[in-house]
């Protein structure tokens, strides 16, 4: 039995179930994977396991090719039945493409989270650019060889994705670089691949690293300059990804402070910036950098009072400030993924919302964004505003932790306000969530009837 098996997983940014053979809402999910990062659809079994009996894979064939004619163009699918222990569902593969597609009624669709969503305009425009600019990842490193790549790296990473992966990977690890897009079908390493698993990337893409400094004071001190800042260390750290992330972090770590305390039974860990914001931030910075850019590394800037991380390259395709949260699209669908199978990424297209989660659970202010057209910016403050929240309080569902996340950015949340941020939910289930935030004791109730407010207790 696989250790990571479809019918425990649950519809999502890459994954969508079928009952039935529904050929309109089969071609928006077709035309959504292929605009956004690719994804899996499995027809004939739900995300809890159960399989719906008289799906052949001739009816399949056919709802496919109905679907397929109402892309535009043709989103290209790799289809294939898949053994469980309750039957055989087919699972369609869509890849991240390179061109735009839409259906035949002109709506274009990206995938957000467990929805197709239409883009508008100016969406559209956003995407289109993105996607006329070609895929980089993809593109042969000049000069390099497969000899390049360090085969420790390859095989390490093969145990890996053995172990995450929901279907059979291909018999050798040349063939698996190459459906990875590691290798082009010449088997020159792709940049890609040579970012993945290069024995030295950055002899054949320069400032691909980080450069890390710590200064010292704060940066909001009067008069501070940041190009006469005194900095205590710096640091420049190469190598192929795993590797770089993972010395990078080491070194984060002895900045992080971290402190442990008990209380009662309960062992609580401590540190002037919550560990998985931090990471987070950094992991996305290494994921969604543009690496077209030579000139410029991934810059962290830590001072005493906040920390900095700039990624070269604005926000890709339709991803915009005002939408950053709730939706999703990579620069680098195949070094995500692959970082995604090293363990670096738990679950696709949830990073911002995590980082936020856990600067407001831990009593600090949100994270600040800021783009240009060259660059993003993470930016962390290590005050507190007020006390953390325990970590007993795990268990709270997506939409409470928007509730939690807008209550520190304003101070206080309203029924009205909560009903705005999640919009697709009843008002009764509304007031259920805020009565179960007061209960536990994180939020405060204050006032009666339409004056009814909340904020953090």
């Not at 994954?15 to 659809?41: H, P, R, S």
């Not at 991934?298 to 009072?305: K, L, P, S, T």
């Not at 004791?441 to 909340?454: H, V």
Request: proline share 8%.
């Amino acid at each position: 039995m696989l250790p990571n098996p479809l019918w425990k997983r649950s519809p999502g940014q890459m994954m969508e179930f079928l009952l039935g053979l529904d050929v309109n809402y089969l071609a928006e999910t077709l035309v959504a994977f292929a605009n956004a990062d690719g994804g899996t659809i499995v027809i004939g079994m739900d995300a809890s396991g159960e399989r719906e009996e008289g799906i052949f894979l001739d009816d399949v064939a056919m709802a496919l090719q109905n679907a397929q004619s109402r892309c535009r163009p043709p989103v290209p699918v790799e289809w294939h039945p898949s053994e469980t222990p309750d039957g055989l569902p087919v699972l369609l593969e869509v890849q991240r493409s390179p061109d735009l597609h839409s259906l035949d009624d002109g709506r274009v669709l990206i995938r957000s989270g467990r929805l197709n969503r239409p883009l508008g305009g100016e969406e559209i425009l956003h995407l289109a650019s993105g996607k006329g600019r070609g895929e980089f990842e993809l593109e042969p490193v000049p000069g390099a060889t497969l000899d390049d790549l360090d085969p420790d790296i390859i095989e390490e990473y093969l145990e890996k994705r053995k172990k995450r992966s929901p279907r059979a990977i291909a018999e050798t690890p040349e063939q698996v670089l190459v459906e990875i897009g590691a290798l082009d079908a010449q088997m020159r390493p792709t940049v890609a691949g040579m970012l993945l698993f290069g024995r030295h990337p950055q002899v054949f893409l320069p400032k691909t690293g980080v450069q890390f400094v710590r200064f010292l004071g704060s940066r909001s001190e009067p008069g501070s300059q940041r190009a006469s800042d005194q900095y205590g260390r710096r640091e420049e750290i190469d190598g192929p990804l795993p590797r770089l992330i993972q010395e990078t972090w080491e070194l984060l770590w002895q900045y992080l402070n971290p402190t442990e305390e008990v209380n009662g039974l309960a062992r609580q860990e401590h540190s002037n910036y919550p560990p998985i914001a931090v990471r987070e931030a950094f992991i996305n910075a290494v994921a969604h950098r543009d690496y077209r850019i030579r000139g410029r590394q991934i810059e962290i800037h830590m001072y005493d009072d906040l920390l900095e991380i700039t990624s070269p390259g604005g926000l890709p395709g339709y991803i915009t400030l005002d939408n950053i949260v709730d939706e999703h699209f990579s620069r680098n669908p195949r070094i995500v993924n692959g970082l995604y199978y090293w363990g670096y990424i738990e679950e696709l297209g949830t990073g911002i919302d995590r980082m936020m989660s856990e600067m407001a659970r831990a009593g600090h202010p949100p994270p600040v964004f800021q783009e240009t057209p060259f660059s993003f910016t993470v930016t962390l403050y290590s005050r507190r505003d007020r006390a953390p929240i325990p970590v007993w309080e795990e268990d709270m569902n997506e939409r409470q932790l928007k509730a939690l996340n807008y209550v520190a950015q304003h101070g206080r949340i309203t029924n009205r306000e909560y009903r705005q941020l999640c919009p697709d939910v009843t008002a009764e289930t509304i007031r259920l969530d805020l009565a179960d935030l007061v209960a536990r004791g994180i939020l405060l109730k204050i006032g009666d009837k339409r004056g009814t407010y909340y904020i953090l207790k």
